[in-house]
């Protein structure tokens, strides 16, 4: 029966990756861990045909040498004075006599940046954006637009999973690793994928320790506590395969890493960059019960389920437009409670929407459908809010039907995600259009459903 599914499931994916066009990095890049200084030498090939709809995203703290053309060209662009952001990034425009370069399939750019270090020290906080050196190791997630990404004005999509062969040079540093590949010894190595993915770094001076399923960089754990640790995330990996019918074989690459911001004890910071799971905070071998086989703290286990759900509403659906945070974190920590409820109980569950009911008792959010602007869903919103939203459309049409409409949404091939798109996956999945009214009336238009929520 699963494997029917499976094989259902292979023709939708492979379509997938055959429509899409990702842009192909080549080069260099240069690393101190010393002085933060990060060089970049970079061929973009086989960038989709976009027009003149598309900007280049490049960290604000990266300065460009120059832009060159497939012939190798100079040429001259827009965003050097006066630039607009973009999230982390500056935006870039090639010109040709003051005109947008149309279609421009090849581009040669070149770059420098420092970043601050903070051994010892800190900033007021630490995000997926920032490109994080500690003393120790370097930190760069492709939020953080370390390499240029090409952004498609018309699809408002940033592509940030690329395919790459590299090379990183970082004299001081004993390990690196590069999203996609498997962690090499430095001070030089190659990397290359031929899967679209995006290359988040880890560069530095820690321990690279393996299981069969898994890849654990910078911990200090014990044969015992590996397995545990690999047991825990493929009791997830497995219930999502079940619950949404996508395979979810690759290994998983687990990062222990210190933030750049203070953590006070007991305080845990994960994030993912598909199949890489990165955790400041703490000391994993600590977290990890040997002799019940299992973690100490339960909280660890939602914790974990929602970075790897992020496989699915992230990697497999990459959100875009209005609802972006709805449908990368609602979706992501609503499957996170889904698993622990799994494996805990309904007692789980329930306390949950408990607790976030009482905490939002007098929060009041501008309805999804009303969502003009992407950051209206803030912190507290997606991460709090929104999971009680599908909480809401699982007590009208049951769990089922929910994750029916969850894996209509991941069959959706490079869709907008925007309020249209919620409603249109939702009849799509079976969902009749009176079901969608009463859903949309109740726990959509509501600024607040914790009154409705049942626990
Ligand atoms: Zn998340």
């Given at each position: 029966m699963v494997k029917k599914l499976v094989l259902a499931v292979l023709p939708i994916l492979f379509s997938y990756f055959v429509v899409a066009q990702n842009p192909h990095l080549s080069g260099t890049v240069n690393v101190d861990l010393q002085t933060g200084q990060i060089t970049c030498d970079f061929n973009l090939t086989n960038?989709?045909?976009?027009g003149k709809e598309y900007q280049i995203l490049l960290n604000k703290g990266f300065n460009i040498k120059h832009l060159k053309n497939a012939k190798g060209e100079m040429i001259a662009y827009d965003g050097f004075y006066n630039g607009k952001m973009r999230g982390e990034g500056l935006t870039y425009l090639p010109k040709n006599e003051d005109k947008v370069i149309e279609n421009p399939k090849q581009l040669e750019i070149n770059y420098t940046g420092a970043f601050p270090i903070y051994a010892n020290e800190y900033n007021f906080t630490d995000f997926k954006g920032l490109i994080a050196f500690n003393g120790k190791t370097l930190r760069a997630a492709e939020q953080s637009k370390w390499y240029p990404i090409i952004y498609d004005v018309k699809k408002d999509q940033l592509l940030e999973q690329v395919t790459y062969e590299i090379t990183i040079k970082c004299s001081n540093a004993a390990q690196i690793f590069v999203n996609g590949d498997q962690p090499k010894p430095g001070p030089e190595a190659k990397f290359k994928s031929d899967v679209a993915i995006a290359p988040l770094l880890f560069i530095g001076n820690y321990k690279v320790q393996q299981t069969s399923n898994a890849l654990f960089l910078n911990t200090d754990m014990n044969k015992a506590q590996l397995a545990v640790f690999e047991m825990e995330i493929a009791e997830m990996k497995a219930y999502y395969q079940k619950k949404l019918g996508i395979p979810y074989h690759t290994k998983n690459v687990i990062i222990e890493h210190t933030a750049v911001e203070k953590f006070n004890k007991g305080r845990i910071w994960g994030f993912a960059t598909y199949p890489t799971i990165a955790i400041a905070g703490g000391n994993l071998a600590e977290t990890v019960d040997e002799v019940n086989k299992k973690f100490k703290d339960s909280t660890d286990y939602p914790f974990y389920a929602h970075e790897v759900a992020h496989y699915y509403f992230g990697n497999v659906l990459q959100p875009n437009s209005t609802l972006f945070w709805f449908f990368l974190e609602s979706t992501a920590e609503y499957l996170s409670v889904k698993a622990t409820e799994a494996k805990f109980g309904k007692i789980y569950s329930n306390a949950y929407f408990k607790n976030a009911c009482l905490n939002l008792k007098n929060f009041k959010v501008v309805p999804l459908n009303k969502i003009t602007e992407i950051n209206q869903i803030g912190g507290t919103y997606r991460y709090n809010y929104g999971p009680l939203i599908l909480r809401g459309l699982e007590q009208m049409i049951g769990e089922k039907r929910t994750f029916e409409f969850l894996k209509a949404c991941l069959k959706a091939k490079s869709k907008t995600t925007d309020y249209a798109f919620f409603k249109d996956q939702a009849l799509l999945s079976g969902i009749t259009e009176a079901e969608w009214i009463a859903f949309e009336k109740q726990f959509?238009?509501?600024?607040?459903v914790t009154d409705l929520i049942k626990y």
């Open positions: 960038i989709p045909d976009l959509i238009e509501s600024e607040n």
